[in-house]
């Protein structure tokens, strides 16, 4: 019914930016929250940005300052604008978003992840 999926990871060297953005799809009335989590090798994955859907945004501490959550509400995406980026932000990075359906039910929808590599 309803599809999240993430595009913009790649490798780039630590200083370096990426943007990365998550495009929701299907049967949706509207979108609440949306927001990026990530889940780095033999951790468990954790919160890094979430907006609402009026704009208001909350950022974990680790990427306050360099990084930036948005959306465009009429395409159904949100973005996040990575700079600054460190080896440890090496991740897969997960979209979520909490969904109205067309039916006018609600569900939580997570995508299927996009890699980001710091690394000289």
């Known amino acids: 019914q309803v599809q999240l999926v993430e595009s913009g990871g790649g490798l780039v060297q630590p200083g370096g930016s990426l943007r990365l953005s998550c495009a929701a799809s299907g049967s949706i009335f509207s979108i609440n929250a949306m927001g990026w989590y990530r889940q780095a090798p033999g951790k468990e994955r954790e919160l890094v940005a979430a907006i609402t859907s009026g704009g208001s945004t909350d950022y974990t501490d680790f990427v306050k300052g360099r990084f930036t959550i948005s959306r465009d509400n009429a395409k159904n995406t949100v973005y996040l604008q990575m700079n600054s980026l460190k080896s440890e932000d090496t991740a897969v990075y997960y979209c979520?978003?909490?969904?109205?359906?067309?039916?006018?039910?609600?569900?939580?929808?997570w995508g299927k992840g996009t890699l980001v590599t710091v690394s000289s």
């Open positions: 979520n978003a909490d969904i109205v359906l067309s039916s006018l039910g609600r569900a939580n929808y």
